[in-house]
T-cell receptor, first 112, second 120 residues
Framework: LAKTTQPISMDSYEGQEVNITCSHN???????ITWYQQFPSQGPRFIIQGYKTKVTNEVASLFIPADRKSSTLSLPRVSLSDTAVYYCLVGAATSGTYKYIFGTGTRLKVLA | GAVVSQHPSWVICKSGTSVKIECRSLDFQATTMFWYRQFPKQSLMLMAT?????????EQGVEKDKFLINHASLTLSTLTVTSAHPEDSSFYIC????????????????FGEGSRLTVL
């Protein structure tokens, strides 16, 4: 079971770049890494997904080293509205099904 | 992106009653849906995997007779909390997997808005 480990919390200031690293030492060969953002009392929202190297979209970049045992979500120039909990998610194939176990997530607080 | 809708978004009930929460995939078919619960300031905890047309697979420690899951169609899964008690008060979130290129591992999860249950 691919367990993920992230820092519990981070603080940043508006306009700064924020990098959140996730460890997933037991990731399987075919597994992708997906990052989600969650605001209070809402369901998680998809940010970005990747398999290896670097992926970039309009809101974030995802860096995955060659061994794929970790990944880093990069949020450029954060604003107050980026204050949220960020989860990295790796699926797990077990007992004939494929499911997703959440880790602790990283609580990001953006300060003015 | 794909849309997953939950209903109701919040519900208050008396202890001992049952509550049903619906999860619908609005613009895609979902053969598999997942049910999570989340307590304040905590992460999401997987309760069960719901498969269309078959019995749900429950995580260890989750009472299947208390949390009844039905996935009767490709767009609807329901979670019924039976004989609810105050300790069942929580935020319940469903998600559905969208396959990309037919590969399960690359599937992106789309989440509903969540349903907050308060049991008095």
């Amino acid at each position: 079971l691919a367990k993920t480990t992230q820092p519990i919390s981070m603080d940043s200031y508006e306009g700064q770049e924020v990098n959140i690293t996730c460890s997933h030492n037991n990731i399987a060969t075919n597994d992708y890494i997906t990052w989600y953002q969650q605001f209070p009392s809402q369901g998680p929202r998809f940010i970005i997904q990747g398999y290896k190297t670097k992926v970039t979209n309009e809101v974030a970049s995802l860096f995955i080293p060659a061994d794929r045992k970790s990944s880093t979500l990069s949020l450029p120039r954060v604003s107050l509205s980026d204050t949220a909990v960020y989860y990295c998610l790796v699926g797990a194939a077990t007992s004939g099904t494929y499911k997703y176990i959440f880790g602790t997530g990283t609580r990001l607080k953006v300060l003015a | 992106g794909a849309v997953v809708s939950q209903h109701p978004s919040w519900v208050i009930c008396k202890s001992g009653t049952s509550v049903k929460i619906e999860c619908r995939s609005l613009d895609f078919q979902a053969t598999t849906m997942f049910w999570y619960r989340q307590f304040p300031k905590q992460s999401l905890m997987l309760m069960a995997t719901s498969n269309e047309g078959s019995k749900a697979t429950y995580e260890q420690g989750v009472e299947k007779d208390k949390f009844l899951i039905n996935h009767a169609s490709l767009t609807l899964s329901t979670l019924t909390v039976t004989s609810a008690h105050p300790e069942d008060s929580s935020f319940y979130i469903c998600s559905a997997r969208v396959l990309v290129g037919g590969a399960i591992n690359t599937g992106e999860l789309f989440f509903g808005e969540g349903s907050r249950l308060t049991v008095l």
